[in-house]
């Protein structure tokens, strides 16, 4: 299956429908490979799919171009979902050469038995002219691994994007346009919270250097390619970067003997007010993929768990590494929890949240078995504590005017 | 002072700036850098930079 980008342009990928987790990060909508051919007097294939799937991508390069007139193969990012079927397209395509950056080539020689691939390495400004088309190259390191690269084609304003603006979104149609725009940009969220969060700062100098081009159309490697809502996906970058802070109170929180939960749901009704978007997320119906992404916008966060053999839950441990690991920046937020006969789990949730460098808005907030009244109003009032925070945090991220 | 290049993302350590973020003054030589600091982009040990001659 092939889709039209441009004359001589065309998504030649593999759409996922039935993946639902990927690598840990729960994919609901499913997702998509894109690779992406361009035939010219020299003709190029841009990265690759899944290991699994390079039989569909083989097929669908058939349908447009004999496989022995493929000149090069650029791999813009070597992770395996991109990365997979080079090594079988360098089988099936004798003249190829790849054309990659020299950390990505260490990276595919790390997988795969590269010993009698043709290579030709590139960097940034370097150009391959393909006759019409010219492909220029960027490197982005950490947008989304070291070796990670965007390919440009001037001619066109084309700009593969690699994992930059991607989706885990599974559809029919290729383009923004086709499909639902906010679920698309829900899903480039979820991708943004759970993939490279953490990796602000690359992501600004990568939209910098972007921002000197001129782009018409961006393809990325997951999901669907942006053509009519460049300036939505952009915009929300802008902001995701910098994990800019909304009117918004997040509490998360795991139970045991419902505790725990109806401390939780007290925090979450004081935090219910005007102006204020308050999430409740019980981790073990949510997941991860769902703290990640709600915490990319929150302002204020608590997170609760009951004491289970003098710490925390292990789910809550679990969800708290993954969030330490994706580095969210600019958050605050407290602990709470309720303990039976030894305290310690709000204790350890509360280091989690330090290490993962929120401000701390108080001490933990903790009950012994069941939370009396006045417990629970101490825990609508640490609510409204959060909102009060979450408005001056977002307020303060506002521009000036 | 020296500033180094992760050999593995490109980040440059600027002794100048220090990494704040990580609770890394500005003036901190890299040599002077803890030994457990890790590249703020890429998580590799200070084993992993180079100088950068200027």
């Given at each position: 299956m092939t889709t039209s980008l441009f004359a001589n342009i065309d998504w030649v990928g593999y759409v996922d429908w039935t993946i639902r987790d990927f690598h840990g990060y729960h994919t609901s909508r499913g997702s998509s490979y894109n690779s992406y051919l361009v035939r010219d007097t020299k003709s190029a294939l841009i990265d690759t799919v899944k290991a699994s799937y390079a039989c569909h991508l083989l097929k669908s390069v058939r349908e447009l171009l004999p496989l022995d007139k493929l000149d090069y193969l650029v791999v813009n990012h070597a992770e395996p979902d991109h990365g997979g079927s080079v090594a079988a397209v360098v089988k099936a395509c004798p003249q190829v050469t790849v054309v990659t950056n020299k950390k990505c080539q260490a990276i595919l020689s790390g997988y795969h038995d590269t010993s009698d691939w043709n290579w030709q390495l590139v960097g940034t400004g370097d150009t391959l002219e393909l006759g019409n088309r010219t492909l220029t190259f960027l490197e982005t390191p950490m947008v989304h691994w070291p070796d990670s690269m965007m390919t440009y084609v001037p001619q066109d304003g084309l700009?593969?994007?690699?994992?930059?603006?991607?989706?885990?979104y599974a559809s029919g149609n290729r383009f923004d346009d086709e499909e639902p725009l906010e679920t698309v940009l829900g899903e480039a969220k979820t991708y943004y919270a759970n993939i490279i969060m953490w990796a602000g700062k690359p992501i600004q100098r990568a939209l910098e250097a972007a921002s000197k081009l001129d782009i018409k159309m961006i393809a990325p490697s997951h999901g669907t390619i942006w053509r009519s809502h460049m300036d939505r996906i952009l915009a929300a970058y802008q902001d995701w970067v910098v994990c800019k802070p909304s009117p918004k109170v997040l509490v998360v929180y795991d139970t045991m003997w419902e505790s725990t939960a109806m401390m939780a749901r007290a925090i979450w009704e004081g935090a219910s007010q005007p102006g204020i978007t308050a999430k409740l997320l019980y981790i073990r119906a949510g997941g991860y993929t769902e703290l990640a992404t709600e915490t990319l916008d929150a302002a204020t966060i608590a997170v609760g768990s009951p004491t289970l053999n003098g710490g925390m839950m292990p789910v809550i441990g679990g969800g708290l590494t993954y969030l330490k690991g994706l580095r969210p920046i600019c958050k605050a937020g407290f602990s709470f929890g309720s303990y039976g006969w030894s305290k310690g789990g709000a204790a350890a949730v509360q280091r989690e949240l330090e290490e993962t460098k929120f401000e701390i808005l108080r001490e933990p907030l903790e009950c012994q078995y069941r939370p009396t009244p006045e417990v629970l109003q101490e825990c609508r009032d640490a609510g409204k504590m959060l909102a009060d925070k979450a408005l001056s945090l977002a307020c303060a991220a506002e521009p000036k005017s | 002072m020296k500033k180094y290049e992760c050999n593995v993302c490109g980040y440059i350590y600027d002794p100048e700036q220090g990494d704040p973020d990580n609770g890394v003054e500005a003036g901190t030589a890299f040599e002077d850098l803890p030994d457990d600091w890790v590249c703020p982009e890429c998580f590799v040990g200070k084993d992993e930079f180079s100088p950068v001659e200027e």
């Amino acid at each position: 299956m092939t889709t039209s980008l441009f004359a001589n342009i065309d998504w030649v990928g593999y759409v996922d429908w039935t993946i639902r987790d990927f690598h840990g990060y729960h994919t609901s909508r499913g997702s998509s490979y894109n690779s992406y051919l361009v035939r010219d007097t020299k003709s190029a294939l841009i990265d690759t799919v899944k290991a699994s799937y390079a039989c569909h991508l083989l097929k669908s390069v058939r349908e447009l171009l004999p496989l022995d007139k493929l000149d090069y193969l650029v791999v813009n990012h070597a992770e395996p979902d991109h990365g997979g079927s080079v090594a079988a397209v360098v089988k099936a395509c004798p003249q190829v050469t790849v054309v990659t950056n020299k950390k990505c080539q260490a990276i595919l020689s790390g997988y795969h038995d590269t010993s009698d691939w043709n290579w030709q390495l590139v960097g940034t400004g370097d150009t391959l002219e393909l006759g019409n088309r010219t492909l220029t190259f960027l490197e982005t390191p950490m947008v989304h691994w070291p070796d990670s690269m965007m390919t440009y084609v001037p001619q066109d304003g084309l700009l593969f994007s690699m994992d930059g603006f991607g989706q885990h979104y599974a559809s029919g149609n290729r383009f923004d346009d086709e499909e639902p725009l906010e679920t698309v940009l829900g899903e480039a969220k979820t991708y943004y919270a759970n993939i490279i969060m953490w990796a602000g700062k690359p992501i600004q100098r990568a939209l910098e250097a972007a921002s000197k081009l001129d782009i018409k159309m961006i393809a990325p490697s997951h999901g669907t390619i942006w053509r009519s809502h460049m300036d939505r996906i952009l915009a929300a970058y802008q902001d995701w970067v910098v994990c800019k802070p909304s009117p918004k109170v997040l509490v998360v929180y795991d139970t045991m003997w419902e505790s725990t939960a109806m401390m939780a749901r007290a925090i979450w009704e004081g935090a219910s007010q005007p102006g204020i978007t308050a999430k409740l997320l019980y981790i073990r119906a949510g997941g991860y993929t769902e703290l990640a992404t709600e915490t990319l916008d929150a302002a204020t966060i608590a997170v609760g768990s009951p004491t289970l053999n003098g710490g925390m839950m292990p789910v809550i441990g679990g969800g708290l590494t993954y969030l330490k690991g994706l580095r969210p920046i600019c958050k605050a937020g407290f602990s709470f929890g309720s303990y039976g006969w030894s305290k310690g789990g709000a204790a350890a949730v509360q280091r989690e949240l330090e290490e993962t460098k929120f401000e701390i808005l108080r001490e933990p907030l903790e009950c012994q078995y069941r939370p009396t009244p006045e417990v629970l109003q101490e825990c609508r009032d640490a609510g409204k504590m959060l909102a009060d925070k979450a408005l001056s945090l977002a307020c303060a991220a506002e521009p000036k005017s | 002072m020296k500033k180094y290049e992760c050999n593995v993302c490109g980040y440059i350590y600027d002794p100048e700036q220090g990494d704040p973020d990580n609770g890394v003054e500005a003036g901190t030589a890299f040599e002077d850098l803890p030994d457990d600091w890790v590249c703020p982009e890429c998580f590799v040990g200070k084993d992993e930079f180079s100088p950068v001659e200027e």
